[in-house]
């Protein structure tokens, strides 16, 4: 079945830097390939996606790219802020049906 | 309505109880989804149903008990957990019955204890 790591599982930046997180994935039929941020004690929110016929997916401060012949996806997020700070999860679908593998997951802290 | 909700917030029972979590969703999706979290980790899939069929089950005690009763509800039946069982549970939808490039909308999740 698939399988998602993801790095670094923490990440401490200082208020309008950037913050990268990189996930890779076994699976090569996958093709979906979405970011979730979950504050504490909060739901799971989507604030990307990709999908495995596009290369790099961009909305105001926040970027995602995919590298298929890798198999590595990465979410770029430019000018922190501390609102910024929660945990990421990166994650990628299963051949077949619908079903999420999540990675380990990413504190990131910005600090004002 | 463009959120998944989720009832209880949180739930405190003992070994012995029976207990129900509740998954609400007007959005007209069709596919639902049941999640465990534990502190500090990824959700793991739990259920998924598509056009109210269970169609993953991903080898789920029986002591967790999903039901689909039309297309916007899902719940969770509860019967003897053990305290392991604490967790966020998570409830999710997406539109099309779960296809592959569907994006999966979650709730706010029921906080249980187990006692």
């Known amino acids: 079945g698939e399988n998602v790591e993801q790095h670094p599982s923490t990440l401490s930046v200082q208020e309008g830097d950037s913050a990268v997180i990189k996930c890779t994935y076994s699976d090569s039929a996958s093709n979906y390939f979405p970011w979730y941020k979950q504050e504490l004690g909060k739901r799971p929110q989507l604030i990307i996606d990709i999908r495995s016929n596009v290369g790099e997916k961009k909305d105001q401060r926040i970027a995602v790219t995919l590298n298929k012949t890798a198999k590595h996806f990465s979410l770029h997020i430019t000018e922190t802020q501390p609102e910024d700070s929660a945990v990421y999860f990166c994650?990628?679908?299963?051949?077949?049906?619908?079903?999420?593998?999540f990675g380990t997951g990413t504190r990131l802290l910005v600090s004002p | 309505d463009t959120e998944v909700t989720q009832t209880p917030k949180h739930l405190v029972m003992g070994m012995t109880n029976k207990k129900s979590l509740k998954c609400e969703q007007h959005m007209g999706h069709r596919a639902m989804y049941w999640y465990k979290q534990k502190a500090k980790k990824p959700p793991e899939l739990m259920f998924v149903y598509s056009y109210e069929k269970l169609s993953i089950n991903e080898s789920v005690p029986s002591r967790f008990s999903p039901e689909c009763p039309n297309s916007s509800l899902l719940n969770l039946h509860l019967h003897a957990l053990q305290p392991e069982d604490s967790a966020l549970y998570l409830c999710?939808?997406?539109?099309?019955?779960?296809?592959?490039?569907?994006?999966?909308?979650f709730g706010p999740g029921t906080r249980l204890t187990v006692l």
């Open positions: 994650a990628a679908t299963s051949t077949g049906f619908q079903k999420l593998v």
């Open positions: 999710a939808s997406s539109p099309n019955g779960g296809l592959s490039t569907d994006t999966q909308y």
